[in-house]
């Protein structure tokens, strides 16, 4: 959980910092600023949230069901962008592992619900 809250504060930085150099990287191209800077800021405060969370996550189990639950956005739609020649692999590959993610965090966040509730 902490890996993945870092790569989302890393990932939120370099698109509020440098959105074009960032966003070219996987191969998507910058059609609205306003859109990409609300991204920017998606990516960085789930992160900031995973990063909370991930410090005592048996206290936290909601927050970690909805990072998994927010995981589900780029499973779904990075690839459909790269399926329509939109983006590169890169993202492809991303919107994959945030597929697994989603069901990983979602079962530990069950787990904790459950081992909460009957401890």
């Not at 870092?6 to 150099?21: C, D, I, K, S, T």
């Not at 996987?26 to 909370?52: D, E, I, P």
């Not at 690839?79 to 983006?87: D, I, K, N, S």
């Not at 590169?88 to 945030?98: H, K, Q």
């Given at each position: 959980m902490l890996v993945n809250a870092l790569l989302m504060v890393g990932f939120g930085l370099g698109a509020l910092a440098a959105p074009e150099p960032f966003w070219a990287l996987v191969g998507v191209?910058?059609?609205a600023s306003g859109v990409v800077r609300l991204m920017g800021w998606y990516l960085f405060v789930f992160g900031v949230g995973g990063l909370l969370a991930a410090r005592n996550p048996e206290?936290?189990?909601?927050?970690?069901?909805l990072i998994g639950v927010e995981k589900l956005g780029p499973a779904v739609v990075f690839p459909l962008l790269y399926a329509r020649g939109e983006a590169n692999l890169l993202l492809a590959l991303v919107g994959g592992f945030d597929a697994v993610?989603?069901?990983?965090?979602?079962?530990?966040?069950?787990?904790l619900q459950r081992c909460h509730a009957s401890g």
């Amino acid at each position: 959980m902490l890996v993945n809250a870092l790569l989302m504060v890393g990932f939120g930085l370099g698109a509020l910092a440098a959105p074009e150099p960032f966003w070219a990287l996987v191969g998507v191209t910058v059609a609205a600023s306003g859109v990409v800077r609300l991204m920017g800021w998606y990516l960085f405060v789930f992160g900031v949230g995973g990063l909370l969370a991930a410090r005592n996550p048996e206290q936290h189990p909601i927050a970690v069901a909805l990072i998994g639950v927010e995981k589900l956005g780029p499973a779904v739609v990075f690839p459909l962008l790269y399926a329509r020649g939109e983006a590169n692999l890169l993202l492809a590959l991303v919107g994959g592992f945030d597929a697994v993610m989603a069901v990983v965090f979602v079962r530990y966040a069950v787990w904790l619900q459950r081992c909460h509730a009957s401890g």
